[in-house]
């Protein structure tokens, strides 16, 4: 129950302990014991509640064999108030250091994790489909707005305006995209400028088309600021976010580096067995019932239907690469997660086209993304 | 010239690991090469039964390794050709019998006089199984196409591989039923042939012939109609390297396309 740490400090742990007067009860028996004199007390309790009175008495009980309590964790919201009240430390070593192996654990995709980091914190992520839509509204008024802008030509020509307005147009075309979209801006613009030079049914007719082009506010949004939605670019930054914390350069990236790589050009079958104490590069497919167990990275070229382990020698920076993943089981360091009932098919049909996968380890959890760039 | 000496094996039980055997033995033995079978499947015999040879069996393959009996003593010769022998597996004893040096020596001894040394291996990865490999250096490894006896393949070849004596392997697909593969219900023989990347020496409709022709004792290459017995003619051929070239999938894939074209014309006569 207890242990001895270093600088005369000496932890109680209580954790499983569920009521408060079994807490006394325990911490009386223990505090019997001679080496607990003179010595800071380090209380860990578990979800039990305590208020003021019976965190006193255990004060007492401790400051009786002329030991102080330093300080205590626990998980209760309610204990944690009341030794903050009375100038007790709270320590919050709980959450670090607990890794919980979560066996059930399907590996995620980065699209996954998209959509769980949306669903917690809000981010303005885009779904593939409305991506695509946006993608696909942009290629019509392009070709849309050029007959708009023939048709408001020849109706310039009409009303004897023709050579300039021809002349900005032809620029506009020319010109790079940057200053295009100020070009375009003014002649939608001078467009606005025109139709109110119409009569009215005409004018009518060109607005409602301008409307279905450039949305309901033609004159503020200019074909350019469609073609690329902000919302795309705050995906790419909410992607940037996801990744950024991994790529701190650490002990273990040092460590990665340095390993020895194993390198295999060979099938790996049903039943074999690979184990390296570094990084393992396989060229070939690793069959379901094979099994990879790399200290370091392993990459496989081809497709991975066995089980891999990278960092078996806990490298939470490991990664597990293959063309194609199909891994039974992904363990990497002290996490692992099982292949999503979604990826279940029998086997996986030989293609001339991968896109190639990589996993690794984001909040203790196994997450594939597929490398497109 | 010294003999080939060919393991057959499966791995997994019941995909047509001995009828293999007994049809390319005596397909092989019928295009004229001398020929020996030796069932390794001590304890579960089952070869001779297929040759209709059970009656004649006086030694076995036990009786030869604990010298009761001279090697030429112990071969059974065929019934319908005498280039054909078979050294049969005791039914009384099990795998323990017989080791690998041991069966390694027969197969040495054999080479000397015959053209081909089947191996009919038992089933499993067992000693049996290492038995059964030990003097051979080509394997043929039958599979059906199922995920359980591909995935049982795909644990042989891994041994095959590791294994010393074994210079070359090729799959045989056996059971195959094209109307399945069409109506996408069974692994095509692509499928599996990519799936173990190996290559393919045969494949082997399946055949209802196969199983009166097993209860029979006669082999169904001796069946001309049947289309199974004409499979396992052209993988002898393969074999032997004369008529199609090895690693050649095309000629099954006609097979197919002639028992396709055999059942659709069949389906036309029954609706006419």
């Not at chain 2, 690998?100 to 067992?126: H, M, R, S």
């Not at chain 2, 010393?164 to 109307?179: M, T």
């Amino acid at each position: 129950m207890e242990t001895i740490l270093e600088d005369n400090m000496y932890v109680v742990d209580l954790g499983s302990v569920d009521t408060a007067s079994e807490v006394i009860f325990e911490l009386s028996s223990i505090l019997d014991n001679n080496e607990v004199r003179n010595r800071k007390i380090y209380l860990k309790l578990g979800s039990v509640d305590l208020n003021q009175a019976q965190l006193l008495s255990i004060k007492s009980l401790i400051s009786g064999i002329e030991s102080s309590l330093s300080c205590i964790d626990t998980k209760s919201v309610e204990t944690e108030k009341v030794a903050l009240s009375l100038g007790i430390i709270v320590a919050n070593v709980s959450s670090e250091n607990v890794i919980e192996v979560t066996p059930e654990m399907p590996y995620k995709t980065a699209e996954e994790l998209k959509e769980t980091l949306k669903e917690e914190d809000n981010l303005p992520v885009l779904s593939k489909d409305k991506e695509d839509e946006s993608f696909d509204i942009i290629e019509e008024p392009e070709e849309l707005s050029d007959d708009v802008l023939k048709r408001q030509e020849t109706e310039n020509i009409e009303t004897s305006n023709s050579d300039t307005e021809e002349q900005q147009i032809i620029q506009a075309e020319d010109k790079e995209i940057q200053s295009a979209e100020k070009e375009e801006e003014k002649t939608t613009e001078e467009i606005k400028e025109e139709i109110n030079g119409f009569s009215s049914d005409k004018k009518d007719e060109v607005r409602d088309e301008l409307d279905v082009i450039f949305g309901s506010n033609p004159a503020k949004s200019s074909i350019f600021e469609m073609a690329v939605p902000e919302e795309v670019y705050e995906e790419r930054e909410a992607l940037d976010d996801i990744v950024v914390p991994e790529q701190e350069y650490t002990k273990e990236d040092i460590e990665l580096e340095t390993f020895p790589t194993k390198y295999i050009k060979q099938t790996i079958r049903s039943g074999q067995v690979i184990n390296y104490e570094g990084n393992i590069v396989i060229i070939g497919d690793c069959h379901p019932g094979s099994e990879i167990k790399a200290f370091g990275d392993i990459t496989v070229w081809g497709i991975l239907s066995g089980i891999a382990h990278a960092g078996a020698g806990g490298n939470m920076k490991a990664r597990v690469r293959a063309l194609k993943m199909n891994a039974i089981q992904l363990r990497i360091a002290n996490c692992y997660s099982r292949r999503p009932d979604s990826l279940n098919t029998v086997f996986v049909e030989k293609t001339n086209s991968f896109t190639p996968e990589e996993a690794r380890i984001i909040n203790n959890e196994i997450v594939v993304f597929k490398i497109n760039d | 010239m010294a003999g080939r000496v060919i393991v057959i094996t499966s791995g997994k039980g019941g995909v047509g690991k001995t009828t293999t055997s007994a049809n390319i033995g005596s397909a092989l033995a019928k295009n004229g090469h001398s020929v020996v079978l030796i069932d390794t499947d001590i304890g579960l015999r089952n070869l001779d039964l297929l040759l209709g040879l059970e009656n004649r069996i006086v030694y076995t393959l036990v009786d030869v390794v604990e010298e009761r009996c001279k090697l030429k003593q112990a071969l059974v010769k065929d019934k319908r050709n005498p280039n054909l022998c078979l050294l049969a597996a005791a039914q009384t004893r099990d795998k323990s019998s017989v080791s690998a040096e041991q069966l390694k020596k027969i197969t040495e001894k054999l080479k000397k006089d015959f053209d081909y040394i089947l191996v009919d291996c038992p089933a499993g990865i067992e000693q049996g199984f290492q038995t059964a490999i030990a003097g051979a250096s080509e394997a043929i490894v039958v599979t059906t196409p199922e995920m359980s006896a591909v995935r049982d393949a795909d644990r042989i070849i891994g041994l095959l591989e590791a294994a010393d004596g074994i210079e070359s392997y090729k799959l045989l697909i056996n059971r195959v039923r094209p109307n399945m593969i069409k109506s996408n219900d069974m692994m095509s023989v692509d499928d599996v042939v990519n799936i173990l990347s190996c290559q393919p020496i045969g494949v082997i409709p399946e055949d209802t012939g196969i199983i009166t022709s097993t209860n029979r004792g006669e082999p169904i290459i001796n069946n001309e109609k049947s289309l199974a017995g004409k499979a396992f003619m052209n993988v002898a051929r393969r074999i032997n390297g004369e008529e199609v070239p090895f690693l050649d999938i095309d000629e099954p894939k006609d097979i197919i396309g002639k028992l396709k074209k055999f059942l659709s014309g069949l389906k036309k006569k029954g609706k006419e």
